[in-house]
């Protein structure tokens, strides 16, 4: 049989408990909002990170047009040089996986579709884009360094028909540049057409 004494010792647990939980529930509710604060911060700092990322891929796209654009008027201004009028290089974005990759494939007037010029048994129009894409490249990279570009018969798969005209492109390549181009070669239609030309023969000595 509860006494009133017991009652009150019951009493004054319960009211202990509730001061505990009280305190306990102080102590969460502070919690919660600083949890609720935080999980504020994280909002805006998510926001400004996707902001970022929107922008940053702006400037991504901007940058690579432009990169894109230029190469793709410089190689097509030595194609034409070259071939004629109806040669332009395209450069086609495309990703596999993570990574992003780039197709070079190139326009000509008599082809419906454009064609990817490694998958072609001639390799006059390789020969053409690779020195015109070193170029964009060294007046990227080395603009300041104007020391001498040296090739190799660099024309080796262009067909005779078009060697003077690729002659004429490195010429007019070399003053854009404002560099001296050496090109060792054995192809007369090119020597024709060089500011300077120096021949070196072989002799055979007898003794």
Known sequence: ??????????????????????????????????AELKLEEHKDTTEIYKQSVEVLDIAQE??????QKGFETIVTNALQTVFGQGYALKLNYSRRGNLQQVDFVIQRPDLK?????????????????????????????QSKN???????EC?????????????EFLNALSKKLNRQIILVTHKQELVEVATN???????????
Not at 62 to 67: I, K, L, P
Request: aromatic letters at 4%; glycine letters at 6%; hydrophobic letters at 40%.
């Open 113 to 141: 579709e454009a064609y990817d010029p490694m998958d072609t048994s001639g390799g006059g129009a390789i020969d053409i884009v690779a020195i015109a894409l070193r170029s964009v490249i060294l007046e990227l990279f």
């Open 197 to 207: 030309a120096i021949e070196i023969k072989k002799e055979i000595i007898l003794k």
């Open 155 to 167: 024309f080796k798969h262009l067909s005779k028909g078009h060697l003077q005209q690729a002659g």
């Open 62 to 67: 901007a940058v690579r047009e432009t990169v």
């Open 1 to 34: 049989m509860f006494t009133i004494q017991d009652c009150s010792e019951i009493l004054n647990r319960l009211q202990n408990e509730q001061s505990q939980l009280q305190g306990k529930i102080e102590v969460l509710s502070n919690q919660i909002q600083e």
């Open 146 to 152: 104007k020391s001498p570009i040296i090739l190799d």
